[in-house]
């Protein structure tokens, strides 16, 4: 009798365990997010030296690396609008990173949905402007 109970309590541990890490699994995905980088400095000064003419960027240094980013999506159709706008005055370079943060996500998502449905350069330029914002916000103490 006593097998059977140590046998019952060993199944439902292992029953509840895989229940609570499918669980965690499923509410704890990171989402793919693309960065629009033109650039990669060793010092700050470079960086501002190198885009005096660029209106909206914003930088976070990486493995010893000041990264200028000019745009962020969330969707490969928002990106690829943005190449599409900015990538005849820059060389960029398509930098795709993992996010954990679900409100940030969610905020890109609706940048994303604002480019998506604009149609001019000027429309996209005020957006990205915004987005750039918020994402300094963000990024701003890793400099």
């Not at 046998?7 to 499918?22: E, F, K, N, P, Q």
């Not at 930088?59 to 609008?81: H, P, Q, R």
């Not at 429309?123 to 400099?143: G, H, P």
């Amino acid at each position: 009798m006593n097998k059977r109970i140590i046998i019952i309590s060993i199944l439902a541990s292992v029953l509840m365990s895989a229940a609570i890490y499918g669980y965690y699994i499923k509410n704890n995905k990171e989402s793919k997010i693309y960065l629009m980088q033109i650039g990669a400095y060793k010092n700050y000064d470079n960086v501002l030296k190198n885009t005096k003419d660029v209106s909206n960027y914003f930088v976070f240094k990486e493995n010893d690396l000041y990264k200028v980013f000019i745009g962020v999506a969330a969707s490969d159709e928002a990106y690829t609008k943005l190449l599409n706008i900015y990538g005849n005055d820059y060389n960029s370079y398509k930098k795709t990173i993992n996010l954990s943060d679900k409100d940030l996500e969610s905020k890109i998502i609706k940048y994303d949905s604002l480019i998506n449905k604009v149609k001019t350069k000027e429309e996209i330029d005020l957006i990205v402007k915004e987005e750039i914002k918020m994402i300094s916000d963000v990024f701003e103490e890793t400099i």
